[in-house]
């Protein structure tokens, strides 16, 4: 059993930065792979970017590559969502999810554990 909570989420303006965290509960941390997803609403849940278990491969939605970047400190069972030159259309709910699956995913059903998500919000 995994429990995640993530933080950092806020009211930033257009352009602006935020750096959300998702703390695990898990002694296995290392064991999982790691994903947030965000949800705006009226849409679907999507992915938004993936860290293999011990952090060597990361993979970014389109969307946002070259602007979020992934991280993760197994030591301190961690991991963090840089998000920089946030855009109005950043806004959702975002969410960290653990796969027990050795390769790293971008299909939200093979999370096995989620958050509970924290709110971005981008103002123009």
């Known amino acids: 059993q995994v429990q995640l909570v993530e933080s950092g989420g806020g009211l930033v303006q257009a352009g602006g930065s935020l750096r959300l965290s998702c703390a695990a509960s898990?002694?296995?941390?290392?064991?999982?792979?790691i994903g947030w997803f965000r949800q705006a609403p009226g849409k679907e849940r999507e992915f938004v970017a993936v860290?293999?278990?011990?952090?060597?491969?990361?993979y970014y939605a389109n969307s946002v590559k070259g602007q979020f970047t992934i991280s993760r400190d197994n030591a301190k069972n961690t991991l963090s969502l840089q998000m920089n030159n946030l855009k109005p259309e950043d806004t959702a709910v975002y969410y960290c999810?653990?796969?027990?699956?050795?390769?790293?995913?971008?299909?939200?059903?093979?999370?096995?554990?989620w958050g509970q998500g924290t709110q971005v919000t981008v103002s123009s």
């Open positions: 999810a653990a796969s027990r699956r050795s390769m790293a995913t971008m299909n939200r059903a093979d999370y096995d554990y």
């Open positions: 898990a002694r296995t941390f290392s064991s999982y792979a």
């Open positions: 860290i293999t278990r011990i952090g060597g491969s990361t």
